[in-house]
């Protein structure tokens, strides 16, 4: 990993001068100068990438400084992560290797997602609702935010992290980093208001705690758990990020791999991932994935009798 560093001052200048002439004397005043040197703030704590992984190794650059994006296995992304007077420049978005990107202007949002089961009044226990339900049941979480938002699921970006300290899972939360498009017209400032007010219900709808709350009573993902009550709360801010990279929502496939049997009818399958981490985005802009397994044949395998043998044959398959 590399790092590149600059130093960034502001710097400004006054100066002042005057000449008094007369009959029989000329008399020049000096020339003061005053210079007013700042130094902009560096930035702590790591940078958040989608899909993303450890980026302690950012943290603490001064501005301008940039560092590599650590991104999970088999995911990529183009460009460097810059600190700009304290805040992080993300350039985008990790996806699946070999996607296509393109470039936007979006907000991302950490929400914590909080679970309660009513009837017990006590704490979920481990293995309910979590970290592995939240991965489980992503489509849903996707539906419930596009919802939430009056948004397509093809201009959003949805992670699960772990809401316990150190990355450990917690009974009962979850994270979401949650990115989307804004478009052209809105600005900055109204953007993050916007997005912000959408998923905590501050705008006047519903918030996303009560749309997920709904959309698990009604298809029971409830993690065994009678009746559930969830909250949401705000884990790190809002933010406007004007060039951030996302990928182009399609579906990424890999070459058929070997047929199962050596003789006979078997079965060859594939990778099939959408570019976009989640499968809903890809549906609605491509339409249903492609086929991962299809019938094959294969015949390299097979003995064939001696008696078979085409007369002057000296080898068998």
Avoid: Y
Avoid at 52 to 61: E, I, Q, T
Avoid at 138 to 144: E, S, V, Y
Avoid at 188 to 197: F, G, L
Avoid at 273 to 294: F, H, M, T, Y
């Amino acid at each position: 990993t590399t790092a590149t560093t600059s130093t960034s001052t502001a710097t400004s200048t006054r100066t002042s001068s005057s000449t008094i002439t007369s009959s029989t004397s000329t008399i020049t005043t000096s020339t003061v100068s005053t210079t007013t040197t700042t130094t902009l703030p560096p930035c702590f704590g790591s940078p958040e990438i989608v899909n993303g992984g450890d980026h302690s190794h950012c943290a603490g650059l001064p501005h301008g400084s940039s560092c590599s994006p650590h991104c999970d296995e088999g995911f990529e992304l183009p460009g460097d992560i810059t600190c700009a007077a304290g805040a992080w420049q993300v350039p985008g978005a990790c996806a699946p290797a070999g996607a296509e990107f393109e470039t936007e202007s979006v907000v991302q949002v950490r929400l914590r997602i909080e679970a309660d089961d009513l009837d017990s009044g006590s704490p979920l226990p481990a293995g309910s609702i979590g970290t592995e339900w939240a991965e489980a049941n992503i489509d849903l979480l996707t539906d419930a935010v596009s919802e939430a938002l009056s948004m397509p699921r093809s201009d959003i970006r949805l992670e699960v992290i772990p809401a316990g300290p150190n990355g450990e899972d917690e009974p009962g939360a979850f994270d979401l980093r949650i990115v989307t498009v804004v478009p052209s017209e809105i600005s900055a400032e109204d953007a993050v208001a916007d997005i912000t007010n959408g998923l905590l219900g501050t705008g006047g709808g519903r918030s996303l705690a009560d749309i997920i709350g709904a959309a698990v009573d009604a298809t029971g993902a409830n993690g065994g758990a009678s009746t559930l009550s969830f909250t949401s709360s705000e884990a790190s801010p809002a933010s406007f990020i004007p060039a951030f990279a996302m990928a182009v929502p399609d579906w990424i496939v890999s070459g058929w791999g070997e047929c199962s049997e050596s003789c006979g009818t078997g079965t060859r399958r594939r990778s099939v991932a959408c570019s976009s981490g989640v499968a809903l985005p890809c549906i609605e802009r491509k339409g249903a994935a492609p086929a991962e397994a299809e019938e094959c044949k294969a015949t390299g395998g097979c003995w064939i009798e001696p008696t078979q043998l085409a007369a002057g044959s000296s080898a068998c398959a």
